[in-house]
């Protein structure tokens, strides 16, 4: 059975840094691709960032890009979200999720992610 837990969410300050951690377990990590997701309240879930299994390639929803930095470390299982420069409109719950297809690329739909952790929260005040 697939699982991923999240952690590192937290409060902060408008301004601050937070990096969240994703450790998968259940199959085999490194041959996915990875990606982050956020819902804020009264919203839908939304795309942050997605890496493909090998690390090379990455991908970011433009409210985020140059801000927040997606990594994976295949030999902890674990994807990483570190993120920088937070503004309240990051606040939500992040989510990390694990891609159907062996190999497959990064993608941002979230139809393509079969596995979805707990979440996290990220609450940021200004």
């Known amino acids: 059975q697939v699982q991923l837990v999240e952690s590192g969410g937290g409060l902060v300050q408008a301004g601050d840094s937070l990096r969240l951690g994703c450790v998968a377990s259940g199959r085999t990590f490194s041959i996915y691709a990875m990606g982050w997701f956020r819902q804020a309240p009264g919203k839908e879930r939304a795309f942050v960032a997605a890496?493909?299994?090998?690390?090379?390639?990455?991908y970011y929803a433009d409210s985020v890009k140059g801000r927040f930095t997606i990594s994976r470390d295949n030999a902890k299982n674990t994807v990483y979200l570190q993120m920088n420069s937070l503004k309240p409109e990051d606040a939500a719950v992040y989510y990390c999720a694990s891609n159907n297809v062996p190999y497959g690329t990064a993608s941002y739909f979230l139809s393509a992610y079969g596995y979805w952790g707990q979440g996290t929260q990220v609450t940021v005040s200004s």
């Open positions: 890496i493909n299994w090998s690390g090379a390639n990455t």
